[in-house]
């Protein structure tokens, strides 16, 4: 198998080569969590998954709580589905306050700190009010505990949201709200620490495989130890490929890939498609001289065709329309042109808008 043939598995597996699931909560329990702390490019990365979505739809989905956004796995800003967030912060939280806890020294936060914050912030987000950060400020600030600091104050939250104390709310305008973690997620059958981790590991291979264990390592924030042991705990459901000198796990379900005529996507930043492998090599050219162009390892918004990085891209707003920028990093030919043209239209009509390429 070449590394295009595992750039293609990976559209596909990701559903972008085939995007079938109807709601964005169905997107993110695939793929297990999506990270989304870019939140409108992250609506964008649900809906290229979805039919026929809208930027309006899935505001309603968030603001309804059919999908949360919270701090989990490595940690960063991710989409998780209200099923999920429970056992998904019990098995990765303790992972990343270990990782934290000699910063939290340093911005003089220990436990007895965010226990005195949490009780605060609980009881002010208790009767379903949703409050923003600024009105958060204010409720730590009376508690005698200091958030001149936006970083200690950052970090208070932060923990909070480790803690299952809250989790997103609905947005007011555009700013973020949180609301109390207990009355925004129903109750869910509690599992096992190895029922969790079984279950993280075959989502993750099945959505993002061909993968290798290190880039399950680097996506879940798990220990090495802890994604070998999720691995065995689910050789039924995954298979295991030797491409050139690495190893690769992939569902054991899929089926083969239709060789489809080409698609352009335009992916935003932090796309499930690039930012979940730590070798990102199999969607990204192979020319040495090309890497700092394309900038970030991949990470910023690009244009994608079968499943290869050939450009970047930028939006800017200008009432009615959205003016879309494309920088390529190689030649395209016209027939490239026009499926980045049907993909910027794709866009366009997720955001209500008419397009302008630039």
Known sequence: MKNLDIALERLKNQRLSSPDLKKAADVVQWLGAVQAQDYYGAK????????????????????????????????????????????????????????????????????????????????????????????????????????????????????????????????????????????????????????????????????????????????????????????DMVQQHILKELIGDKTYWRSAAALPIKRLSPVAHLLPSFDEYLVSYKDRSAAVEANPSKQQAQGNNMIGPVIVIGGRVVGSWKRSLEGKSVRITLNYFRRISKAEKELVADAADRYGAFLGLTVALA
């Not at 999920?84 to 306050?97: E, G, Q």
């Not at 000699?102 to 379903?128: H, P, S």
């Open 44 to 231: 964008w990365a649900l809906a290229l998954r979805m039919q026929a979505a809208t930027d309006q739809g899935l505001e309603k989905a968030f603001a309804a709580g059919e999908i949360l956004r919270t701090h989990v796995m490595r940690p960063t800003w991710h989409f998780v589905a209200p099923a999920d967030i429970r056992w998904l912060l019990k098995l990765t939280a303790p992972r990343v306050y270990a990782a934290t806890r000699f910063y939290y020294r340093k911005l003089e936060l220990d436990e007895a700190v965010f226990k005195r914050t949490n009780k605060a912030i609980a009881k002010a987000l208790q009767g379903g009010r949703q409050l923003t950060r600024e009105a958060l400020r204010a409720v730590v600030q009376r508690t005698g505990v200091s958030t001149d600091d936006p970083q200690r104050f950052n970090n208070i939250l932060f923990q909070a949201e480790l803690d299952a104390v809250i989790c997103s709310g609905a947005r007011q305008g555009k700013q973020f709200t949180y609301a109390l973690f207990d009355e925004r997620v129903p109750e869910t059958k509690p599992r096992s620490r190895d029922e969790s981790l079984a279950d993280l590991t075959r989502r993750y291979f099945t959505s993002h495989g061909p993968a290798a264990l290190p880039d399950f390592v680097w996506w879940s924030g798990l220990t090495v130890k802890d994604a070998k042991n999720g691995l």
